[in-house]
């Protein structure tokens, strides 16, 4: 599988704002379902957003919604989190995922991953 590559996670302190970025390198973010998972440590990996394949909709997760936002940037071939109003039940590891041509909040059908990135918010 192609990897993709998160970046901008960091330490914050609470209400603050952070933007997470995803490069996919070797595939065409307009042609997947684009979604970001968190874990936290000792948790099963939980939803936060997704955006569908050929559109610019966005699903979110109750916990999160109405402070983040996801959206692609097809010039530049990325995805992007704005994540705002942080609390510290939004410490985890931030993944970004890719799934061909489907629609689902379950990260089983999800195909590309990339390796994570920490964000932590202090309180």
């Known amino acids: 599988q192609v990897q993709l590559v998160e970046s901008g996670g960091g330490l914050v302190h609470t209400g603050d704002s952070l933007r997470l970025s995803c490069a996919a390198p070797?595939?065409?973010?307009?042609?997947?379902?684009m979604a970001w998972f968190r874990q936290a440590p000792g948790k099963d990996r939980e939803f936060v957003a997704s955006?569908?394949?050929?559109?610019?909709?966005?699903d979110a997760a109750d916990s999160v919604k109405g402070r983040f936002t996801i959206a692609r940037d097809n010039a530049k071939n990325t995805m992007h989190l704005e994540m705002n109003r942080l609390k510290p039940d939004d410490t985890a590891v931030y993944y970004c995922?890719?799934?061909?041509?489907?629609?689902?909040?379950?990260?089983?059908?999800?195909?590309?991953w990339g390796q994570g990135t920490q964000v932590t918010v202090s309180s």
């Open positions: 995922a890719a799934a061909y041509r489907l629609i689902s909040r379950d990260p089983d059908f999800y195909y590309y």
């Open positions: 070797e595939l065409t973010v307009s042609l997947y379902t």
């Open positions: 955006t569908p394949w050929g559109t610019d909709a966005v």
